[in-house]
């Protein structure tokens, strides 16, 4: 699948649901989608910027960012460079941005 070609709306669909984040071959992270955001957009682009955002059930441990492998049976997989957010009261949150 072709990142440049995606938009929220081909996520909308999958929000609260849980993905795979696969951080290498031995380590796999299931990881439920829990935020969309339209971004402003600043540029003359097509596709309008937005964000997406993961929470993994990590509670002390996190990956730094990097680009890792997202797997979903329907979406297939993305390769998606994601950034730490920070813990909230379930887990780690990690957000990848569409620009």
């Known amino acids: 699948m072709d990142i440049a070609l995606l938009t929220l709306n081909d996520f ?11 951080i290498s071959d031995e380590i796999q992270l299931n ?4 935020e969309l955001t339209q971004l402003n ?3 003359s682009l ?7 955002v993961f ?17 979903h049976p329907q979406k297939g997989n993305l390769d998606l460079f994601l950034s730490p957010l920070g ?10 941005i569409f620009s």
């Not at 909308?12 to 696969?22: D, E, G, M, S, W």
Request: net charge negative; glycine share 4%; charged share 25%.
């Open 55 to 71: 929470r993994t059930e990590q509670k002390t441990e996190y990956y730094q960012q990097g680009i890792f492998t997202i797997v």
């Open 87 to 96: 813990f909230d009261s379930v887990g780690m949150k990690y957000e990848a």
């Open 41 to 43: 957009n600043y540029s």
């Open 31 to 34: 990881a439920e989608l829990v």
């Open 46 to 52: 097509e596709r309008e910027p937005f964000s997406i």
């Open 12 to 22: 909308n669909a999958f929000l609260n649901k849980i993905f795979t984040i696969q």
